[in-house]
């Protein structure tokens, strides 16, 4: 088990650039997990795959952000024309399959920084 | 909108004493429950989850579960300075849906 991975780790843009990330679930694990962290708050849910299906979008979820996961596997998140609210950590999550009950495995996040 | 509501702290407990942590949900229907730790800059840990009423144990940690009060809590015994993080407790829908989390110290 090698654990949810994130890349990368730390990104610093100036405001109105685009920006990526991206998860690479474990692998046996069918859902993956966008949240969004800012300090002093839990993660806020963004959006989340069942494989290659996108199944929900928080309301929080711009229509400068923008997740694929197009073979099932690894997702990237992008943020287009980044404004510096966007500064936060954005967390990626994995599950099993058919887990609704089942925890959240997380990564180490990638920490956004709008200049 | 579902809710989960924590008190923010700082709680402050000695150590080697018992740590109480809070927490409420909105959602009646609501099934599964998670404590996850958080050491600042550091993502998430879980560390117990639990789905029935009554209490789950696991090593110093118990987590315990009153639907009929729609009300999870989870008890560290004997505290220890690396137990001091900031404790979120969450529900599971098909996302989780987190609470701004306890931040918990422990007084060496």
């Known amino acids: 088990d090698t654990g949810v991975s994130q890349n990368p780790r730390h990104k610093i843009t100036k405001r109105g650039q685009n920006v990526t990330f991206r998860c690479d679930p474990i692998?046996?694990?069918?859902?993956l997990y966008w949240y969004r962290q800012t300090l002093g708050q839990g993660p806020e849910f963004l959006t989340y795959?069942?494989?290659?299906?996108?199944?929900?979008k928080s309301r929080l979820l711009s229509d400068r952000f923008s997740a694929e996961r197009p073979k099932g596997s690894f997702s990237t998140l992008e943020i287009q024309r980044t404004e510096q609210g966007d500064s936060a950590m954005y967390l990626c999550?994995?599950?099993?399959?058919?887990?609704?009950?089942?925890?959240?495995?997380f990564g180490d996040g990638t920490r956004l920084s709008i200049l | 909108q579902k809710e989960v509501e924590q008190n923010s702290g700082p709680l402050s407990v000695p150590e080697g004493a018992i740590a109480s942590l809070n927490c409420t949900y909105s959602d009646r229907g609501s099934q599964s429950f998670f404590w996850y730790r958080q050491y600042s800059g550091k993502s998430p840990e879980l560390i117990m989850f639990i789905y029935s009423n009554g209490d789950k144990e696991d090593g110093r940690f118990t987590a315990q579960l009153n639907k009929a009060s729609q009300y999870v809590s989870l008890l560290i015994r004997d505290s220890q300075p690396s137990d001091s993080a900031t404790y979120l407790c969450?529900?599971?829908?098909?996302?989780?849906?987190f609470g701004k989390g306890t931040r918990l110290h422990i007084l060496p």
């Open positions: 969450a529900v599971r829908d098909d996302k989780i849906i």
């Open positions: 692998s046996e694990h069918n859902r």
């Open positions: 795959f069942q494989n290659e299906a996108q199944l929900e």
């Open positions: 999550a994995s599950s099993p399959v058919g887990a609704s009950n089942q925890p959240q495995h």
